[in-house]
């Protein structure tokens, strides 16, 4: 069965620190997405980023950027020169091309706090 | 263009009366998730449908639950016989597609239960 771990269930940083949110998933299929999702206080998710398994690429957009090593089965998260309006709960999520049941899984959360 | 909205964005309800929470999809998108999210916790998958059609109910808590879909566009979760337990934020998701789609979320709709 797929899944997703997020160790990290709460981080703390002072502004314009960097900091990573790891993401460990598990899966038996080779064609595979991870996704990355944020949800501010307001409540409303927000889609981050789409990988697919065959795409290791690192992918860097402003001050995020994701690692994705398949060798390790991860899909880390760094925010650079972090900003108090980051400050908000990351989910991973995987996506399995072969699962016809629920075939979208969330992590837990890590929940960022940004302090001024 | 619109995103994804439900309504009512807040329900109170008593006790055992029945509830129905709706979800306008994004235009065009086939793929409609129902997730629950308890107070500062994770997503729970409830249901999904592609199309008209929800090829796995295994998410629903109970016989309580059901949901469906017409016209492959908007969604009503009913809950019946509610319980306390059932008060959570009510999130409803859409995607292009399953599998290799992202999918977009709604507002939520924050059900309480007294």
């Known amino acids: 069965a797929q899944k997703v771990t997020q160790a990290q269930t709460e981080i703390s940083v002072v502004e314009k620190e960097d900091v990573t949110l790891d993401c460990v998933y598990e899966?038996?299929?080779?064609?595979?997405?991870l996704f990355w999702y944020k949800q501010p206080p307001s409540g409303e998710l927000v889609f981050l980023i789409r990988?697919?398994?065959?795409?290791?690429q690192n992918e860097i957009s402003g001050r995020y950027s994701w690692n994705f090593q398949k060798s390790t089965s991860s899909f880390n998260f760094t925010i650079t020169a972090s900003q108090v309006v980051d400050s908000a709960v990351y989910f991973c999520a995987l996506s399995e091309a072969d699962n016809y049941g629920q075939n979208f899984v969330f992590g837990p959360g890590t929940r960022l706090s940004v302090l001024p | 263009g619109a995103g994804v909205s439900q309504s009512p964005s807040n329900k109170v309800t008593e006790k055992g009366k029945d509830v129905e929470l709706r979800c306008d999809p994004i235009s065009g998108h086939t793929a409609l998730y129902w997730y629950r999210q308890s107070l500062g916790q994770g997503l729970e998958f409830l249901i999904y449908?592609?199309?008209?059609?929800?090829?796995?109910k295994s998410g629903l808590p109970s016989d309580r639950f059901s949901a469906e879909r017409t016209g492959g566009s908007v969604s009503t979760l009913t809950i019946q016989r509610t319980q306390q337990e059932d008060s959570a934020v009510y999130l409803c998701?859409?995607?292009?597609?399953?599998?290799?789609?992202?999918?977009?979320f709604g507002p939520g709709t924050r059900l309480t239960v007294t």
């Open positions: 990988r697919n398994s065959f795409d290791e």
């Open positions: 998701a859409s995607s292009l597609g399953t599998v290799s789609y992202e999918q977009y």
């Open positions: 449908f592609q199309g008209n059609s929800a090829p796995d």
């Open positions: 899966t038996r299929d080779t064609t595979y997405y």
